[in-house]
């Protein structure tokens, strides 16, 4: 799929939109050198949210099959099996230990680049946290904030929170006082 075409699908979203992929493909070119296919771990980056709506609980499988139908015969096979697994892992934001080493250690650093947000500092941690409640702004308040404060817990209770020593050394401290910060605004 072409970059324009892959751009209009992210159009009209508060976060997972074009500005986040565009984050993360910065990241992906400070950490290129440690991956080991950075095609398939961009390829991901491209297509991980170019299916995203609130109210759906198959957006990264429906990614997936978007990223396999639009790419087959395009990328070398085992490329595209590599990006579908990345695409599929930011599911539950784990890499499944079935995955080969060398796409579980590309996931890992895709994984903390996707979450890398949470990390920044506290006013783009605040951007942030305010776009995810716009693109949530169909659910009630009362929801939305017992939703959100289990998200929150879940992510600061991971240990680690960052899957990579890079990730973990840069963003770990900031992303549990953003995260933290966050839970006590929701009271």
């Not at 659910?139 to 904030?145: K, S």
């Not at 899957?163 to 839970?183: I, K, M, Q, V, Y």
């Amino acid at each position: 799929m072409e970059e324009d075409a892959l751009r209009a699908l992210h159009t009209g979203r508060a976060y997972h939109g074009w500005p986040h992929v565009q984050a993360l493909l910065a990241l992906w070119h400070r950490h290129r050198a440690a991956l080991r296919d950075p095609e398939a771990v961009r390829l991901a980056i491209l297509y991980h949210d170019a299916v995203y709506d609130p109210r759906r609980d198959d957006n990264e499988a429906a990614s997936a099959a978007l990223l396999r139908a639009s790419e087959a015969g395009r990328v070398p096979p085992a490329r595209l099996d590599a990006a579908e697994a990345l695409v599929l892992a930011t599911a539950r934001h784990m890499a499944p230990d079935s995955l080969p080493e060398a796409v579980a250690a590309d996931a890992r650093y895709f994984l903390d680049m996707d979450l890398a947000i949470l990390g920044a500092s506290p006013e783009a941690f605040a951007a942030y946290d305010a776009a995810i409640r716009t693109e949530y702004a169909h659910v009630p308040e009362a929801d939305y904030r017992a939703g959100r404060a289990g998200v929150l817990r879940r992510l600061l209770a991971r240990n680690p929170l960052y899957l990579t020593e890079a990730f973990r050394a840069t963003h770990d401290a900031a992303a549990r006082r953003n995260l933290s910060a966050a839970l006590a605004r929701l009271g």
